[in-house]
């Protein structure tokens, strides 16, 4: 089990009994100022501390290439999510399984008090249980000012091996309140206008796109189609909320939908205040 955390002791607090049936548990702390790594220890884990130089790797693939795992399978969740006894009883299952290297798992979001059951935010697949040799994530040039910080938050795992999925859903408590949906999408809308061009490029340590494989490659293909079409966030609200159907989440599914959309303004924003700012040190 492998949790990267940073000021998350609140959250750990949640997290770490819903994880207990673990063999090991992984925390990477990042110096955090707020007990993170006491609340971890009196919980049992072991903890250790990762520095990052600015470059690559971050930190799960950090933990990933250096820790000395005891245990063949790795299961990676953050400190706001949750292992369900549900999802407890199909991992256990899964990492008996021989003809497999790695399992899907479906994090299902909460929001404004409920479960968000649409949108294009569920099911959302993140490979997460898998075999720690096999799985690492993909490398994403973004340098140290794009407000992604020491961690992988929007890569995802390369896999070299075959991969299913567990049907029962992983529970991601990410967004308490509207403050903190949009504290968070602001530094990602910052991420997304840097590695912008690296969605419809082709390398070995990059996710590839395409409309014919699975869940997270189909997404990444859809977001380099839409790159560089028009009126992207109306595109974005209609996707979510009708093609998606997230009025069937009801107000919160309408809000959730109109706050995507403005988060594709803010991309957009982002992106032509880039090209802004390298014109402006071109022409000096």
């Known amino acids: 089990m492998l949790i ?13 009994p819903t994880v207990a049936f673990a063999a090991e548990i992984v925390v990477v702390d990042s110096a955090s100022t707020d ?5 971890a220890q009196a919980a049992g884990a072991r903890v250790v501390q990762f520095e990052w130089n600015g470059n690559f790797p971050r930190k799960k693939n950090w933990a990933l290439e250096n820790m000395e795992w005891r245990h063949e399978w ?3 969740v953050d400190a706001d999510e949750r292992i369900t006894p549900e999802l407890e009883r199909e991992i256990r299952s899964a990492i008996q399984r021989k003809d497999v290297d790695g399992f899907y798992l479906n994090r299902r979001f909460w929001f404004l008090g409920g479960w968000i059951n649409h949108c294009g935010y569920f099911p959302s697949w993140n490979l997460r249980l898998f075999k720690h040799r096999k799985g690492r994530y993909e490398k994403m040039e973004a340098g140290g000012g794009a407000g992604s910080g020491d961690n992988e938050v929007h890569e995802h795992v390369l896999l070299k091996g075959r991969a299913e999925y567990l049907a029962a859903p992983m529970e991601h408590y990410a967004f308490p309140d509207i403050a903190t949906f949009v504290e968070k999408h602001i530094r990602y809308a910052t991420w997304e206008a840097v590695v912008r061009g690296q969605f419809t490029s ?4 990059r996710m590839r796109g395409s409309p014919f494989g699975n869940a997270l490659q189909r997404r990444r293909w859809l977001k380099r189609v839409t790159l560089r079409m028009p009126f992207r966030p109306t595109l974005r609200f209609l996707y979510g909320y009708v093609v998606k159907q997230g009025y069937r989440d009801g107000y919160r599914g309408w809000v959730l939908c109109r706050l995507l959309a403005w988060y594709e303004s803010l991309i957009v924003a982002k992106i032509w205040e880039r090209r802004r700012e390298r014109g402006m040190s071109a022409a000096t």
């Open 74 to 76: 790795v299961l990676i």
């Open 35 to 39: 007990g993170t790594a006491q609340c």
């Open 4 to 16: 990267p955390v940073k000021n998350d002791a609140d959250n750990l607090r949640e997290c770490l």
């Open 202 to 205: 082709i390398g070995a340590e």
